[in-house]
């Protein structure tokens, strides 16, 4: 009678032990499915703000490629870009700065946001998934002239959660015209 208890017990125990470690899985993928789900929404945000552009290849390339800023757009000579540069160079997190939407802008600079910051909870890349800083987000604009891809804008948005040994990936392809 005794033995048959202490086996009854010992298999009630495993179970609630799977039932623990499958807990631990779900939390694990619910995890990465908000991270993988707000790296899809950055980027058709990225894409969203590249329609409502002025969408030549250049103008693109000039102000959404990886690394983009509103003082590289003002050196590729689009003259909206200047008033933003003035206010980006002053301080990053103001209005006038993230009014002039750029790579720069969208994937957030390295540094946490001012305490003057008038939008704490700003969406940027590197301000909503871990591990950005160390995994950049990328954007390609095809500039070729003359061909089939010409104006094709490739995002890509990395990030690594705290347990992960490999960086996450999302990429989203568009072809603007």
Same mark, same amino acid.
């Given at each position: 009678?005794?033995?048959?208890a202490?086996?009854?017990?010992?298999i009630? $125990?495993?179970?609630i032990?799977?039932i623990?470690?499958?807990?631990a899985?779900?939390?694990?993928l619910?995890e990465?499915?908000?991270y993988?789900?707000d790296?899809a929404?950055l980027?058709?945000?990225?894409?969203g703000?590249?329609?409502?552009s002025?969408?030549?290849?250049?103008?693109?390339n000039a102000?959404f490629?990886t690394?983009?800023?509103?003082?590289?757009?003002?050196?590729a000579?689009i003259?909206?870009?200047?008033?933003?540069?003035a206010?980006?160079?002053?301080?990053?997190?103001s209005?006038?700065?993230? $009014?002039?939407p750029?790579?720069?802008?969208? $994937?957030?600079?390295?540094?946490?946001?001012a305490?003057s910051?008038?939008?704490?909870?700003?969406r940027?890349v590197? &301000?909503?998934?871990?591990?950005?800083?160390?995994?950049?987000?990328?954007v390609?604009?095809d500039?070729?002239?003359?061909?089939a891809?010409?104006?094709?804008?490739?995002?890509?948005?990395?990030?690594?959660?705290p347990?992960?040994?490999?960086? &996450? $990936? &999302?990429?989203?392809t568009?072809?603007i015209?």
């Open positions: 009678m005794l033995l048959e202490l086996i009854a017990i010992l009630f $125990s495993l179970g032990l799977a623990v470690a499958l807990q899985v779900s939390i694990k619910t990465d499915a908000k993988r789900s790296a929404l980027a058709e945000e990225l894409l703000q590249i329609w409502t002025d969408r030549t290849p250049a103008t693109m102000v490629a690394g983009a800023s509103a003082c590289t757009a003002q050196a000579g003259a909206a870009a200047a008033a933003a540069c206010a980006c160079t002053a301080d990053p997190y209005n006038a700065c993230q $009014s002039y750029t790579y720069t802008t969208w $994937s957030g600079y390295p540094s946490p946001p305490a910051d008038p939008v704490a909870d700003r940027t590197s &301000h909503t998934l871990l591990g950005t800083i160390t995994n950049p987000p990328t390609v604009v500039t070729s002239a003359g061909t891809t010409t104006g094709t804008v490739t995002v890509t948005v990395r990030w690594q959660g347990n992960d040994g490999l960086p &996450h $990936s &999302h990429v989203v568009a072809q015209r």
